[in-house]
């Protein structure tokens, strides 16, 4: 049996697609590695690729694949369908157009690219060979997040006016959660941003297990969208590792109630309101996470008890859930937002659709993290959209 739920009725009757791993780089192993081990029926690692022979090696030998630095001779051996571009932060742009000019689908790290005229060429390539392109941005596909717009999309809440971002995640993670209680067509016009550094006092980075003085680089932008929506947008570089900036939020303020994600950390609860019947008093929304077992195990789905009477119950069900009781994958909330992508992708292979976010979702929220710190260049004008790639900036 595997993890994929009721996945597993639809795909069972078809081949699960071959993919390669297309880069070395930690994610690779430590993640996309086991996340393809665990859905058999939907893809199977074939082969693994690296700039290095001891890189590829090693990868190659971890995962149990044979292992190219030869990109054509892998695909020529091994006929991968996708590739999951996998790579030195620096050079997505550049191994992710090898990868579809070599005739596969891809799964892109984010961002999608560094320079918008680096996505526009991958975005090129892959039209003109008929190929799909998914981008793992997995934070809106978190379970937290996905009741949350599941109960937005139900109307509970009426239009969403205005969503921020509070240290929930850094550049295109955060302008992309921002973006996602809007609704992802919603139209940015407009983008004032200001970028600034500061010194801080002596402290324990986590993340580099150094302690002493550090700086700052704070990022704070207005996001101005048709029809007079608007995004905020706030970042500091030390959000993730840093006792002096704990905090992690993203809200929502709608026509018919607000949400706040409340917490330290990963540890945030979530408070969703609309407003008692005589309209006095916000009426709390309460989120359950089912699990598989009264102890615990898989999660099985997010259930938010709305106490309106028309829509008392919205679900959000785990589609990696198990198919039997404790044989399927305990997946924490970041492993079944990174599977969400790339079973997207799959989907768009198998039914030739459209991924659900896909490359003109991930180069506009990659397009306004670029504005906001172009704007601030300019001494916070504010910039209009879209930005010429042939003058960008940063």
Same mark, same amino acid.
């Given at each position: 049996?595997?993890?994929?739920?009721?996945?597993?009725?639809?795909?069972?009757?078809?081949?699960?697609?071959?993919?390669?791993?297309?880069?070395?780089?930690?994610?690779?192993?430590?993640?996309?590695?086991?996340?393809?081990?665990?859905?058999?029926?939907?893809?199977?690692?074939?082969?693994?690729?690296?700039?290095?022979? &001891?890189?590829?090696?090693?990868?190659? +030998?971890?995962?149990?694949?044979?292992?190219?630095?030869?990109?054509?001779?892998?695909?020529?051996?091994?006929?991968?369908?996708?590739?999951?571009?996998?790579?030195?932060?620096?050079?997505?742009?550049?191994?992710?157009? !090898?990868?579809?000019?070599?005739?596969?689908?891809?799964?892109?790290?984010?961002?999608?690219?560094?320079?918008?005229?680096?996505? &526009?060429?991958?975005?090129?390539?892959?039209?003109?060979?008929?190929?799909?392109? +998914?981008?793992?941005?997995?934070?809106?596909?978190?379970?937290?997040?996905?009741?949350?717009?599941?109960?937005?999309?139900?109307?509970?809440?009426?239009?969403?006016?205005?969503?921020?971002?509070?240290?929930?995640?850094?550049?295109?993670?955060?302008?992309?959660? !921002?973006?996602?209680?809007?609704?992802?067509?919603?139209?940015?016009?407009?983008?004032?941003?200001?970028?600034?550094?500061?010194?801080?006092?002596?402290?324990?980075?986590?993340?580099?297990?150094?302690?002493?003085?550090?700086?700052?680089?704070?990022?704070?932008? !207005?996001?101005?969208?048709?029809?007079?929506?608007?995004?905020?947008?706030?970042?500091?570089?030390?959000?993730?590792?840093?006792?002096?900036?704990?905090?992690?939020?993203?809200?929502?303020?709608?026509?018919?109630?607000?949400?706040?994600?409340?917490?330290?950390?990963?540890?945030?609860?979530?408070?969703?309101?609309?407003?008692?019947?005589?309209?006095? !008093?916000?009426?709390?929304?309460?989120?359950?996470?089912?699990?598989?077992?009264?102890?615990?195990?898989?999660?099985?789905?997010?259930?938010?008890?709305?106490?309106?009477?028309?829509?008392?119950?919205?679900?959000?069900?785990?589609?990696?859930?198990?198919?039997?009781?404790?044989?399927?994958?305990?997946?924490?909330?970041?492993?079944?937002?990174?599977?969400?992508?790339?079973?997207?992708?799959?989907?768009?292979?198998?039914?030739?659709?459209?991924?659900?976010?896909?490359?003109?979702?991930?180069?506009?929220?990659?397009?306004?993290?670029?504005?906001?710190?172009?704007?601030?260049? +300019?001494?916070?004008?504010?910039?209009?959209?879209?930005?010429?790639?042939?003058?960008?900036?940063?």
């Amino acid at each position: 049996m595997t993890p994929g739920g009721t996945r597993t009725a639809m795909t069972q009757t078809q081949a699960p697609l071959r993919v390669a791993l297309i880069g070395t780089a930690r994610r690779s192993d430590y993640l996309y590695g086991p996340l393809i081990k665990a859905l058999p029926d939907d893809v199977q690692l074939v082969s693994v690729w690296g700039r290095s022979a &001891d890189s590829a090696r090693k990868l190659g +030998e971890s995962l149990g694949a044979p292992w190219y630095t030869d990109l054509d001779k892998l695909v020529r051996e091994t006929a991968p369908q996708i590739g999951i571009v996998s790579v030195n932060y620096g050079a997505n742009g550049q191994v992710g157009l !090898m990868a579809v000019e070599a005739g596969l689908h891809v799964l892109l790290e984010t961002p999608i690219a560094h320079k918008l005229s680096e996505a &526009d060429a991958i975005i090129a390539a892959a039209k003109q060979r008929g190929l799909a392109i +998914e981008v793992a941005e997995q934070f809106h596909r978190r379970p937290f997040e996905q009741i949350k717009l599941k109960l937005i999309a139900s109307g509970l809440f009426g239009r969403v006016h205005t969503s921020f971002n509070d240290f929930a995640g850094h550049g295109y993670h955060g302008v992309s959660v !921002m973006r996602s209680y809007l609704g992802f067509d919603a139209k940015p016009l407009q983008v004032t941003g200001a970028v600034r550094q500061y010194d801080l006092a002596s402290h324990w980075s986590r993340l580099g297990n150094t302690t002493g003085p550090r700086t700052e680089t704070q990022e704070h932008g !207005m996001v101005e969208f048709e029809g007079g929506q608007l995004g905020i947008f706030h970042w500091t570089d030390i959000g993730y590792d840093s006792a002096l900036r704990w905090w992690r939020s993203s809200r929502f303020l709608a026509e018919k109630g607000m949400g706040i994600t409340v917490g330290m950390g990963l540890n945030v609860n979530e408070w969703l309101t609309l407003v008692t019947p005589d309209g006095e !008093m916000p009426q709390f929304i309460t989120l359950e996470r089912r699990w598989e077992r009264v102890d615990g195990g898989a999660l099985i789905a997010m259930v938010a008890h709305t106490g309106d009477p028309n829509q008392p119950t919205i679900t959000w069900e785990n589609p990696f859930r198990p198919v039997k009781q404790g044989h399927g994958t305990q997946w924490h909330d970041d492993e079944i937002g990174v599977a969400g992508c790339l079973l997207s992708l799959v989907d768009a292979v198998r039914h030739n659709t459209a991924p659900t976010y896909g490359p003109y979702q991930a180069r506009l929220d990659q397009e306004i993290t670029l504005a906001i710190r172009q704007s601030s260049l +300019e001494s916070g004008r504010p910039i209009k959209l879209p930005l010429d790639p042939a003058t960008q900036k940063i």
